[in-house]
């Protein structure tokens, strides 16, 4: 199966994810973005999905930020995506987990 990118959607034929995590609450700001969020990686760029597959935002690895503060609730971490700040929340709590693979994957903390 050949993997088929468009524009705004990424297609089953990219299931070769190195880190995929669903369920997460995603916020630019004060607003909610999707409540059923995506966080993926695929070689070396960072996406974030909405709960259909759209890409809310991409970048590579290497302009990314990922860390969780003490002052933001417990649970939840900020992602700097170049000069985009997200606040995002896994629905299973865990922001830290998520915080380590970003940071082995090659994003700054």
């Known amino acids: 199966m050949t993997d088929l990118i ?7 034929g990219m299931s070769q994810a ?7 609450i995603i916020r630019r700001g004060w607003r909610v973005l999707t409540t059923a969020g ?3 990686i695929v070689g070396v ?8 597959g759209v890409t809310i935002d991409s970048t590579v ?4 930020r ?14 700097r995506m170049e ?10 709590g865990r922001s830290q987990a998520l915080v380590d693979t970003l940071r082995g994957a090659g994003a700054r903390s």
């Open 18 to 24: 190195e880190f995929d995590q669903g369920g997460v």
């Open 38 to 40: 995506r966080v993926t």
């Open 83 to 92: 000069s985009v700040l997200y606040l995002l929340q896994p629905r299973d």
């Open 45 to 52: 760029r960072l996406s974030l999905l909405n709960s259909r």
């Open 66 to 79: 990922a860390r969780a503060p003490w002052y933001i609730p417990k649970g939840y971490l900020l992602l």
């Open 6 to 12: 468009s524009r705004d959607r990424i297609y089953d």
């Open 61 to 64: 690895l290497s302009r990314a």
